[in-house]
């Protein structure tokens, strides 16, 4: 009997100790509790400053606007395109004039592209001289296309120097028939020869 108290106080006393050994850990439980009602990693790190700042991140900003340039004293709209308008639409280039068989006089559908002429001497080119060739099929004597050609040349210049063009910028020559413009003897080239060539100088 000593010997099975002996044992149960023995266990008794194993007991207690084993019991002093798991009370840090009955009283860790309350620990752990108290564990569980605090609030996550993830909520302990949303701290109240950066909120602060992440909202006045994204609350819109106002920006005011640039200011208005300065009022220029040009003039713009119509004043500019009135005055840019027929520069940019003018060739640069001037257009020869033909005439009908043993003719000087100028054709009706020549006073256009003499009209033309005249602008593109005015504007492109007022500072160069012009050279006016009087030129003419090949029938007739050379004598005679000589003539004929030099006065086909000099009526295209007393128009232009109607229109304005100054009469000491405009050179007449007369070629006759010694350069056709087409080499063929048939009637498109006949007309084709008879003709005012302009030359710039």
């Not at 108290?34 to 609030?39: C, E, N, R």
């Not at 009022?71 to 009135?82: H, L, P, V």
Request: aromatic content about 6%; glycine content about 4%; overall charge negative.
């Amino acid at each position: 009997m000593l010997l099975t108290v002996g044992c149960s106080a023995f266990h008794e006393v194993s007991v207690v100790s084993h019991g002093d050994e798991v009370a840090p850990v009955k009283e860790a439980v309350p620990e752990q509790e108290t564990l569980a009602s605090l609030p996550s990693p993830v909520e302990a790190l949303a701290f109240p400053e950066v909120e602060q700042k992440e909202r006045r991140l994204t609350s819109p900003v106002s920006i005011p606007p640039p200011p208005a340039p300065p009022a220029s004293n040009r003039s713009e709209g119509k004043d500019i395109f009135s005055q840019s308008a027929e520069d940019t639409t003018l060739p640069w280039t001037v257009q020869d004039i033909f005439f009908d068989f043993d003719q000087m006089a100028i054709r009706r559908d020549a006073i256009p592209i003499l009209e033309q002429n005249a602008k593109v001497l005015l504007k492109r080119y007022p500072d160069r001289e012009v050279l006016i060739q009087g030129h003419c099929d090949e029938r007739g004597t050379e004598a005679y296309n000589l003539i004929l050609g030099e006065r086909r040349a000099s009526a295209v210049k007393n128009y232009l120097v109607n229109l304005g063009v100054t009469s000491s910028r405009l050179r007449v020559l007369s070629l006759g028939k010694s350069q056709p413009f087409c080499p063929e003897r048939t009637i498109p080239c006949f007309q084709h020869n008879r003709r005012a060539h302009f030359v710039l100088k």
